[in-house]
C-alpha cells in the first residue's frame, strides 16, 4: 500500500480515456478502489460522453463529466469556460488522493489543478514529474492490466477483471421500445457482432451476455 489509508478522506479517481474501451476494462479496478475506501467519499472523472456507462456504479458520491465533446464544439473562449467550470468542480470534492488510472497529457494536468496531497498514475504517464507516487506497470499486457497494478498498489483486491455492465431500467424501457419499432423483442434471438480486436476483454452491456471471441450472442 502507497500509503495510510487512514489519512484518506476522499478519493478522487480519474479515468477520462476517449477510447470506450478502455474505459470499460478500467470498470473492475474502479469498482475495486470504491470498495477499498468504502466509508469514504469517492469520485470519478469520465468524459461526458460515457457518463452513461458509469452510471450504475455503486458507492460513488458523484461522476465528474470531462466535457471534451462540447469543448471541441466550441471557440477559444467557451472551451476555457468549460474547462476551468470542470476544474472547479474536481477541487471542489477536497479530495485527499487523486488516481489517475490513465496517465494521459489531460489527465496529468488534472491531477496538479486537483489539489489532492497524493497524486497517483504510472510510472510512465505523460508528465510523470507531476505525481508524487507512481507505479511500475507490466510490459507488453493488456491496459486492463495496467489498471489493476495501480488499484491493487493502494490496497484494492481484484478477484475478477471482467466488469459485468449495467443500465438503468429505464434506458432498458427505452430500448426496448427501438427494438420494438424494428420488429424485435427480447423473446427473440438476436446475434450482435462486436467490433473490438481483442477477443479476451469483448465485454457487453447485460450479464446475460455471453463472450465467444469477437462474435456475441445474446441469449
Known amino acids: 500500500m502507497l500509503f495510510d489509508i487512514d489519512t484518506i478522506d476522499t478519493v478522487l479517481v480519474c479515468m477520462i480515456d476517449r477510447h470506450l474501451g478502455n474505459l470499460v476494462v478500467s470498470l473492475s479496478s474502479v469498482r475495486a478502489i470504491i470498495e477499498h475506501f468504502q466509508g469514504k467519499d469517492v469520485y470519478l472523472a469520465v468524459d461526458s460522453a460515457y457518463n452513461q456507462v458509469v452510471e450504475c456504479i455503486h458507492g460513488l458520491d458523484r461522476v ?126 438476436t446475434n450482435y457482432y462486436n467490433p473490438c480486436r481483442c477477443r479476451e476483454y469483448s465485454q457487453a452491456m447485460d450479464n446475460c451476455w455471453l463472450r465467444r471471441g469477437d462474435r456475441l450472442a445474446f441469449c
Do not use: W
Not at 429505464?170 to 427473440?188: F, P, Q, V
Open 64 to 189: 465528474i463529466q470531462y466535457p471534451r465533446r462540447e469543448m471541441y464544439g466550441g471557440n477559444i473562449l467557451q472551451r476555457t469556460i468549460l474547462y476551468f467550470r470542470f476544474i472547479k468542480e474536481l477541487r471542489s470534492t477536497h479530495s485527499h488522493a487523486f488516481i489517475d488510472l490513465q496517465g494521459g497529457n489531460a489527465s496529468s494536468i488534472m491531477a496538479c489543478l486537483s489539489g489532492a496531497a497524493y497524486r497517483l498514475s504510472n510510472s510512465s504517464a505523460r508528465r510523470s514529474y507531476l505525481y508524487n507516487i507512481k507505479v511500475d506497470l507490466p510490459i507488453g499486457k493488456h491496459k486492463v492490466h495496467s489498471y489493476t497494478e495501480i488499484a491493487t498498489a493502494v490496497g484494492a483486491t481484484i478477484e475478477d477483471t471482467f466488469c459485468r455492465l449495467q443500465s438503468t431500467e429505464s434506458r432498458r424501457i427505452s430500448l426496448n421500445r427501438i427494438l420494438k419499432l424494428h420488429g424485435r423483442n427480447s423473446t427473440r434471438q
